[in-house]
C-alpha cells in the first residue's frame, strides 16, 4: 500500500496511523493556498540556512578587512561590504541563526508558560483564576517593547536576555487565549464523561482541554513571530540585544543608519532579510488559521 | 388551477474532497394553494430542497433544475436582486430555532417593523398597527409590550411565533417552514403547528412543511412527500399514510415507539437496501 | 437492594433552587424513566447522581451507599451516565479506542486491548471503527460509543440523558434497541430521562412525571400505555404527544 494511501486510509489499524493521517491532511491543505506555500518556503529557507550558514556563506561574519570597507554590491559580494569591511551577505546568513534561536526560545517558553496559566485559570476558575488573571493582567498592562527594554536595562544587554525579556511579555496573551478555549472547553459533555470516569483535574487540563487549546496557539505564536522578530531587531537596534560583532540583523541596520545615503546598502539588506522573514511568519499563520479552523475540523 | 409552484429534476450538489456529491438526486413536484409536507431523516436533502427554492445555497453549492417555476415566474432565471423582491414579500421560511434565527440586538417590533418596510413602503403609525395586529394573529395576547423585548427575553415558543409573525407579516403566497417545532417543547408545538395551519388557510397560502417526524407532517400536511437520499420515495396523501407502499416509509413508521407499545424490539431498516450511508 | 435513593432532595443553580423535595426509590434491575418539559429539572437530578451538580441537599444513595458531592472513583466504577448530545460527548481529537481505553487507564484495569474490542461488538460496532476520529462516525455510531465508554468501567447503574433526541426516528430504533438487550444482558439497572412518552413505553418498568422542579407522578408503565395517568398534568403531556 502506496504511504499516501497507508496515511489517507478510511480505517486507520492504529492510533499512530490515525494521528499521521490527521497531520497529512492538514499539511496538503496548507499546500493548497499559495500564499501559505510561499510562507511555509521562506521559514524552511530561514531553517534551512540556519542549519547550513558555515557551509553556505561565502565569508566569515566578522572578518574584517579595512580595505574592503564599503563596497557595493557586486558579484564577489553579493551584498555589499560593511564598514568594516565584512561580507553583508554571510552576515545576514549567519544572522538568521540568530534570529531563529530567538523566534523559537521565544515561542518555547512564552507559549506553554501562557497556555498552562491560562488552561488551570479557565478550568478551576473562582480564586485560582483572579489571581492568575490579575497577574496576567499586570503584563498585559505594560507596553511591550518598553518592558522588553526594562527587562534587559535591569539585566543587562545580550541576546540571552533579550530572549527572556521578549518571553516575558509575549506569554499573557497566551494566557488569554488558552483562559477563553478552555472556559468554553470546560463545559463540554466530553469533558464530564471523562471526570466521570474519575479523571483528576490533571489529567482532564493536560490531556483533554490542552489538546484543544494548540491549533489557536499554533496559530497566534506563527503570527507573532513576526513581532518577535521586530522586536528583537528593534532592541539590536538600540544596542540591548545581540551585542557586536554578532550579526544580529536590527543590529546591522543600526550601524548602518549613518550610510544609508550614500553607501545604502549596508543598512537596507538586513531589512529585507527581517521584512521577508516576517512575511513568511505572517502568510504561514494566516494559512494555518484557514486550515486549523475548528469549523472545518476534521476536513 | 395553475399550481403555485413546479419543480422539476431539481439537483443540488457540493464538492467534497472525494468529488462532486448529489445531495438532492433530480426530484420533481408541484404545489396549489395546499399543504406539502416532506418528511426525511438528517441527509435525505429535505432541507436542501427547501432552500434551494429561495435559492439561499451559495457556492460552492450548485442548483440546477430543468423548471423552478414560482405563479409563472422562473426561479432559476431570477438574479439575486430579484429574488431579495420575492424573498419575504412572496415566499416565506421560517427555521428551526428562534434562538439562532433572531437578531439579539433588535427589539421583536423593529425586527417585524424590518420585515414588513423591506417590501413596502407605509407610514409609521401603520407599520406599528401591522405589527400589533400580527402579533394577536400569532397569538400573542400583549403585542405593545412584547413588541418591546429582546428576543432574549422571549420564550422559545413565543421566538417562534414571533418569527412566524415575521415572515408572514408581508404576506407572502408561500410559506417554507423548516422544522419549525423540532425546537420546542412537546406541549407548545401543537400550539405553534396550530397557528400556522390557521393562518396559511386562512390566508389562501401555500405551505411547504419540512420534518424528521411522520406523525407531524400527517396531522398538518395534506399530501406527503417522503425522501431518502436525495430522493423522493413515496408520494401520498396524509390521510393514506398507513397504506404507504415504499419499504422505507413502512420501514420508517414500524420503528417509531407507540404510546401502547408491546414489542420486544423494535423493525429496524434494513440499509442496505437503498443507498444509504 | 435499592440501586437509586433520593430523599428530600432539593438542587440549586448559583442561587436558583430548580429541584425541590424530590424522594425517590429505584430498585436494581428496574428500568425507570423522568418525564418533563425542559425545565422540569429532570437532567439536574441526573447530574447531582453522576456529581456534576455539586450543589445539593438531601441524601442520595447509590447502591446503598450515601454519595458525597464530589466525584468519586468507587462511584464512577457502579455508575456512569450516557449523554444527550452525541456530537458534544466524544473528543475530537481522540481516536475511539482512546476514548474507551481511558476509563480503564484511569481506574488502572489493564487487558485493555481485549475490552476494547469486545465492548465495540457488544454495542454492534464493527472493528474497522477503533482508530477512527469521531467526526468519521454518524451520529448512531457516535452514540453507541457514547454507551460503550459508559459501561467499560462495568457498572450496575446506568444514567440516560435523552440518549436518542438528538437522533434520526430509524437510528433511534436501533439505539432503543441495543440499550433493551444490554440490560437484559448484563442485568443492568436505569435511570432514564426523556420527554418522549413513547419511547418511555418501550424502554421502562416505571415513570415519575415532573413539573417546574417537582414530582407530580409516579406510574408503572402500564398505566401510561392505557393513557391512564392520574394527574392532570401527566395527562396533558400524554394529549400533546402524537400518535
Given amino acids: ?122 478550568y478551576f476558575g473562582g480564586w485560582v483564576d483572579r489571581i492568575l488573571m490579575g497577574f496576567t493582567d499586570i503584563f498585559l498592562s505594560m507596553p511591550k517593547l518598553i518592558l522588553a527594554l526594562a527587562f534587559v536595562a535591569a539585566l543587562g544587554p545580550g541576546i540571552n536576555n533579550a530572549i ?11 494566557a488569554r487565549i488558552a483562559r477563553a478555549e478552555t472556559m468554553t472547553i470546560r463545559n463540554a459533555e466530553f469533558i464530564s464523561a471523562v471526570r466521570l470516569s474519575g479523571a483528576g483535574p490533571i489529567r482532564v487540563i493536560v490531556q483533554h482541554i490542552l489538546p484543544l487549546c494548540t491549533s489557536s496557539m499554533i496559530i497566534r505564536v506563527t503570527l507573532d513571530m513576526a513581532g518577535v522578530i521586530l522586536t528583537a531587531a528593534g532592541l ?39 521584512i521577508i522573514v516576517s512575511l513568511g511568519f505572517c502568510f504561514l499563520g494566516d494559512g494555518l488559521r484557514d486550515v486549523l479552523d475548528p469549523k472545518s475540523e476534521g476536513k | 388551477m395553475s399550481p403555485l409552484l413546479k419543480v422539476e429534476n431539481l439537483r443540488v450538489s457540493f464538492p467534497t474532497h472525494t468529488g462532486r456529491v448529489e445531495v438532492v438526486k433530480g426530484i420533481s413536484f408541484e404545489l396549489g394553494r395546499e399543504r406539502l409536507g416532506i418528511v426525511g431523516e438528517s441527509g435525505s436533502g429535505k432541507s436542501m430542497t427547501g432552500r434551494s427554492i429561495l435559492k ?85 395576547h400583549d403585542p405593545k409590550r412584547v413588541a418591546g423585548l429582546y428576543p432574549h427575553e422571549v420564550s422559545g415558543g413565543m421566538g417562534q411565533r414571533i418569527m412566524i409573525a415575521m415572515m408572514l407579516i408581508p404576506e407572502p403566497e408561500l410559506l417554507i417552514a423548516d422544522e419549525p417545532t423540532s425546537a420546542l417543547d412537546v406541549s407548545v408545538q401543537a400550539q405553534v403547528l396550530d397557528i400556522i395551519d390557521n393562518l396559511v388557510t386562512q390566508k389562501g397560502m401555500g405551505l411547504i412543511l419540512i420534518s424528521h417526524d411522520l406523525s407531524l407532517v400527517s396531522r398538518y400536511c395534506d399530501r406527503i412527500l417522503v425522501m431518502n437520499s436525495g430522493t423522493v420515495v413515496e408520494e401520498c396523501a396524509a390521510g393514506q399514510l398507513e397504506q404507504a407502499s415504499h419499504p422505507y416509509t413502512r420501514g420508517l413508521l414500524a420503528a417509531m415507539p407507540v404510546i401502547d407499545e408491546t414489542r420486544d424490539e423494535l423493525p429496524v431498516l434494513d440499509r442496505t437496501q437503498w443507498a444509504g450511508t | 437492594m435499592s440501586a437509586i435513593t433520593l430523599q428530600d432532595l432539593d438542587i440549586s443553580y448559583g442561587d436558583t433552587k430548580v429541584v425541590h423535595g424530590v424522594n425517590l426509590d429505584i430498585a436494581e434491575g428496574e428500568s425507570f424513566a423522568l418525564v418533563g418539559e425542559s425545565g422540569s429539572g429532570k437532567s439536574t437530578i441526573l447530574r447531582a447522581i453522576a456529581g456534576l451538580a455539586p450543589d445539593w441537599t438531601g441524601k442520595i444513595a447509590v447502591l446503598g451507599q450515601a454519595r458525597t458531592h464530589r466525584i468519586e472513583r468507587s462511584v464512577a466504577r457502579q ?135 417537582r414530582i407530580v407522578e409516579v406510574a408503572d408503565v402500564g398505566l401510561l400505555k392505557q393513557g391512564q395517568l392520574r394527574e392532570d398534568y401527566s395527562r396533558e403531556l400524554l394529549a400533546a404527544t402524537p400518535g
Fill in chain 1, 1 to 122: 500500500m502506496s504511504t499516501r494511501n497507508w496515511l489517507l486510509a478510511d480505517s486507520p489499524a492504529s492510533r499512530f496511523q490515525a494521528n499521521a493521517g490527521r497531520f497529512y491532511r492538514v499539511v496538503t491543505a496548507l499546500m493548497r493556498n499559495p500564499l501559505s506555500l510561499l510562507g511555509g518556503l521562506i521559514v524552511l529557507v530561514l531553517i534551512i540556512t540556519a542549519i547550513f550558514a558555515p557551509w553556505i556563506a561565502p565569508y566569515s561574519p566578522t572578518g574584517q578587512s579595512l580595505t574592503q570597507r564599503l563596497l557595493p554590491p557586486s558579484g564577489e559580494h553579493w551584498m555589499g561590504t560593511d564598514e568594516l569591511g565584512r561580507d553583508i551577505y554571510s552576515r545576514v546568513i549567519w544572522g538568521s541563526q540568530i534570529t531563529l534561536t530567538i523566534v523559537a526560545l521565544v515561542a518555547l517558553i512564552s507559549a506553554p508558560l501562557g497556555l498552562l496559566v491560562g488552561a488551570i485559570a479557565g
Fill in chain 1, 164 to 174: 527572556i525579556a521578549i518571553a516575558i511579555t509575549s506569554w499573557p496573551a497566551y
Fill in chain 1, 236 to 274: 539590536g537596534f538600540i544596542g540591548l540585544g545581540a551585542q557586536p560583532p554578532l550579526p544580529e540583523w536590527g543590529a546591522m541596520i543600526s550601524r548602518g543608519r549613518t550610510f544609508i545615503l550614500d553607501q545604502w546598502w549596508v543598512a537596507t539588506m538586513p531589512g529585507f532579510a527581517i
Fill in chain 2, 56 to 140: 439561499l445555497i451559495r457556492k460552492p453549492g450548485l442548483v440546477t433544475a430543468d423548471r423552478m417555476e414560482f405563479d409563472g415566474v422562473d426561479l432559476t432565471r431570477q438574479s439575486e436582486r430579484q429574488m431579495r423582491d420575492i424573498r419575504g414579500a412572496r415566499i416565506s421560511m421560517v427555521m428551526q430555532d428562534p434562538k439562532f434565527s433572531l437578531n439579539p440586538v433588535m427589539t421583536v417590533g423593529e425586527q417585524i417593523a424590518e420585515a414588513l418596510v423591506t417590501h413596502e413602503k407605509l407610514p409609521r403609525r401603520e407599520v406599528n398597527e401591522r405589527i400589533y395586529a400580527m402579533l394577536e394573529a400569532v397569538r400573542i
Fill in chain 3, 79 to 213: 455508575v456512569q451516565m450516557v449523554f444527550q448530545d452525541p456530537y458534544g460527548s466524544l473528543h475530537p481529537r481522540k481516536t475511539i479506542d482512546e476514548v474507551l481505553s481511558e476509563p480503564l487507564v484511569i481506574n488502572g484495569i489493564g487487558d485493555r486491548g481485549d475490552r476494547v474490542e469486545k465492548m465495540l461488538t457488544a454495542v454492534g460496532l464493527d472493528h474497522r471503527f477503533r482508530f477512527r476520529f469521531p467526526h468519521q462516525l454518524s451520529g448512531g455510531q457516535r452514540q453507541r460509543v457514547a454507551i460503550a465508554r459508559a459501561l467499560m468501567l462495568e457498572p450496575k447503574v446506568l444514567l440516560l440523558d435523552e440518549p436518542t433526541s438528538a437522533l434520526d426516528v430509524s437510528v433511534q430504533a436501533e439505539i432503543l434497541n441495543l440499550l433493551k438487550r444490554l440490560r437484559k444482558e448484563q442485568g443492568l439497572t436505569y435511570l432514564l430521562v426523556t420527554h418522549n412518552l413513547p419511547v418511555v413505553s418501550f424502554l421502562c418498568d416505571r415513570l415519575a412525571v415532573m413539573r417546574h422542579g
